[in-house]
């Protein structure tokens, strides 16, 4: 697999469609471009040591490789070359601790208050930039005190649904679980509404900010460990959903493509693995949706982030707020939020990261909405934190409109 | 018509006349090159690009393998920069003789090529590309030469040494005075005459080389050319050169030399070395031998077939013992001995790999001749950007592009040239031939096979040379059909594709067709 990633190479034409669409070129100079770093560069490179730092500058959100018409693996190459270039010449600090959420987190999870305390506070964050090169304003999320795992441990089974026709897993990630807990109540919410049982098994990260900072080792420790968590439910043809639009794409496609691992417990994971918003635009379409939606009346711009294109798959989000009666939910145009994972977490990169965003910010604060929507944890702390407007996953809403119809 | 003086003329500016040249010049003789075309366009320039360990001959030749040996270390301290250190496998397939390989490892030993065997996981370990079905690998110390820079670099050193090379400047009659030999007529582009008096004549013309004889009246011998296609695949499929262990045959060396790697060869009878032609059926063998080392061969995109000749020598003076068997792989005709003709030697057949130690032989026997024998030192000099001794990386362009990525604009973009360089080397060439500048630089030999860079390069010509549109339009439309050559062989996949693209820009975007030229 890995070989087909950088034999895809020679399909590009130089047509430079990948770098009139690339967000970060057009936000930096530093960045000399996706077809530049992805298939010209590929061709100099060798088991050598990495010559071209530029590289670097890469966010991954993988917009290159959605838009050739060629079929060049461009941000899989990138991501790849990268991963040569760090094992090379070591990986800062900074970029292990914010590539292990679940780490700091299970740290942080005992003492939340505390930490978030300490994270809100201006002067401990320039200390935190001085020391670890996380930069001041960075968007970071609050640690919850009470883990979703914990939630669902402690929900009593009376609080559970009963008419358990079909059952689903549910994989959470991270962001849910030390930092979005009640996205995922409202998901198993939303999920047992229209009939099922949700299983939610143990699961630590895939490891999906190790790849993208380029500890592919570490990465496939962590993804190997998830997929023979849930490979059992897969293997018993159980549906896996997740509202991790990001990490739902690692087990669907990254591990095996960019990471090339190829056990059959990463395939049969990936065979049932599905973005939430897919698995309920599924049963809409085969008339299965529960449909009995009450009013939210909002004017709420969404964003799909450059990880759920990845899944093409369409825009089952779309399809579903559309039937929420009241709701006028306006597709955003821009590209990208600039936040990329930990990307724009970096003193060196938050800037480009705003740069990045600058017009999807534009956009959704002229709307005036006093809410917004987006299907990546990372991609809504940043708007959040370039816009002032609160954002939430499109299932959040659909549970809104759940709820009020009740 | 112009004279031109000269002590020694070199007919021939390929790797051996170079290495002629280069040699007289450093003993002390006034040298002088002439080449027909540009320098390294013969043989020199559509050769493997593999700078032998000798391996391939162990088993066939043992002098042969010694000899290049001998010379590969001797390369590898004097020029450096042309060379890329990949070193080589002999690795057998399924379809090989495992046999082969015990007397290859005998073959190597006895020739003084340092082997070693390494384990298949290994090699596969280090070449994913490689076949997963081959049952042993032999590493010996082969590695990629370029041939351009290898020759301009002896070419720099000759004049350093006070000699100078004529490209564009082809013989059309040698001129002689009795039973002596003093110089040539040769033909300039603009097609006038220049005669160069000349105290001594070297021919290193190659394939070419029973030509020039005949115009100096020497005969008896005849040169079959041995006609061999080589495609370059777009990109780096090995590190490491690949070869098959089994006796030299078609198609069983894949050799991985700057951006690319190349499968060859053929050998097919040809009746003229200008026979260039490239049969379909030698294009489906290469593919196929392709894939006996690295399956998904077919799939690569190939950028480029073309073909080279090879001098096939046959002496019909076998018996007389005149000709100076030097080694088996060259020959070496003094024709004072052959045909009772003074001042004139020819110097033909050998490998790339070899050009040096030719020279050296050639220049020896000139000496002996003029009476006037003077120590070699071609092997301790090294060559220009070689006295580093560090070996050619294939990063390091992108290393160099590096350094200037915010304040250069990029022209070629397949092979990393900035305008900088091209602008430097449209002046130092001073040539409006803009294939002379892709020799130079690589201009336009990466995928797009010049369909990106080569009308913005003929628009600096235009603004540097001041030479008017027409030569310009006249200077890419002449690329393009050069180009076009080793592309019409081998359009199918990616290839296909990108030669549609170009075609769009050049005829219609561009209409370079009709334009005036
Ligand atoms: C297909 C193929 C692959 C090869 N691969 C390898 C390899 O991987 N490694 C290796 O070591 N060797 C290889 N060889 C052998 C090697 O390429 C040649 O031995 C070597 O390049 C010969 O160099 P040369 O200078 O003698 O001849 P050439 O390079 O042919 O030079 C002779 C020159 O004479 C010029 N000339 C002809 N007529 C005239 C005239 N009338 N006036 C002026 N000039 C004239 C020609 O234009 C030409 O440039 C290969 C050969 C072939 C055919």
Redesign the interface.
Known sequence: MTIDIRASLDHCVKCTICETHCPVSAATPLFPGPKYVGPQAERFRSEEASVDDSLDYCSGCGICSQVCPQGVKIAEINSRARARMKAQRGVPLRDRVIARPSVSARLATPVAPLANAALANPVLRCLVEAVMGVHRKAPLPRFTSRPFQTRQRQRSAADSFRAKSAKVVYFHGCGVNFFEPRLGEMAVAVLERNGFEVIVPPQDCCGLPLQSNGLFSEARTYVRRLASNLAPYARAGLPIVSTSTSCSLMLKREAHEILGEDSEELAVVSEQMFDICELLADLLGRGELDRRFGEVSLTVPYHAPCQQRGHGIGSPALDLLELIPGLEVVEQEAQCCGIAGTYGLKKEKYDIAMAVGRPLFESISELGASIAACDSETCRWQIAHATGVPVVHPIELLHRAYVGEQ | MKTIEAEVLVIGGGATGAGVLRDVCMRGYGGLLVERSDLATGTSGRFHGLLHSGGRYAVKDPSSAKECMDENRVLRRIAADCIEDTSGYFVTTEKDDPSYSDLFVDGCRRAGIPVEEISVSAALN?E??LSPRISRVLQVPDAAIDAWKTVWGCVRSASDHGGRALPYHKVTGILREGDIVVGAVVEDRAGDEVRIRAGFTINASGAWAAQIAALAGCGGFTILPGRGIMIAM???LV?TVINRCQMPTDGDILVPIR?VSVIGTTDEEASDPDDLRILQDEVDRMLADGETLVP?FR???ALRVWAGVRPLFKDEKAESSSTREVSRSHRLLDHHDRDGVEGFITITGGKFTTFRRMAQDSVDIMGAQLKDERACHTHEEALPDSEERTYY???????A??ER??DEQ?IC??E?IGRRALENAMQRRGSSDLDDIRRTLRLGM???QG??CIYRSAGILHSLQRIDAASATASLRDFLQERWKGLHPILYG?GL??AR?DDWIFQGLLNVEQLQS
């Open positions: 280090a994913p590309r777009g990109h780096r590190d951006t998904g799939q690569v995109r990386k294939l990063g390091s362009r992108l290393a592009r590096e990525l915010h990029i973009e397949c990393l990466g995928p797009c369909g990106f990616d594709r990108q693209l």
